[in-house]
């Protein structure tokens, strides 16, 4: 059973991913490769301040500034990669 930083940290991040997509806009793919990005953005993130010890935003055990930052560049990036969605078919 995960505990409850993990648990807290992935509903941050699936809030993050959630708002962005309502944001930016797109279909259930896109929702899911949001959702990808800001998890792993928020781990890579989290993982990074520990390792270079930086307390900003400190939230319990969890580094949520640089976490953030994490997810939302990873989020950006995803919507850059994946290109503009109003092409037609």
Avoid: K, Y
Avoid at 38 to 43: M, V, Y
Wanted: aromatic share 6%; glycine share 12%; charged share 10%.
């Amino acid at each position: 059973m995960p505990g409850p930083v993990l648990t807290f940290g992935f509903i941050l991040a699936t809030l993050l991913g959630a708002v962005f997509h309502i944001i930016v806009g797109g279909d259930v793919r896109r929702l899911a490769l949001f959702m990808l990005a800001a998890w792993s953005g928020f781990a890579l993130g989290h993982m990074m301040a520990i390792s270079l010890d930086l307390n900003v935003l400190l939230i319990g055990e969890i580094h949520l500034g640089p976490a953030s930052l994490c997810a939302l560049i990873a989020l950006v990036l995803a919507h850059l990669l994946t290109g503009s969605q109003g092409r037609p078919r």
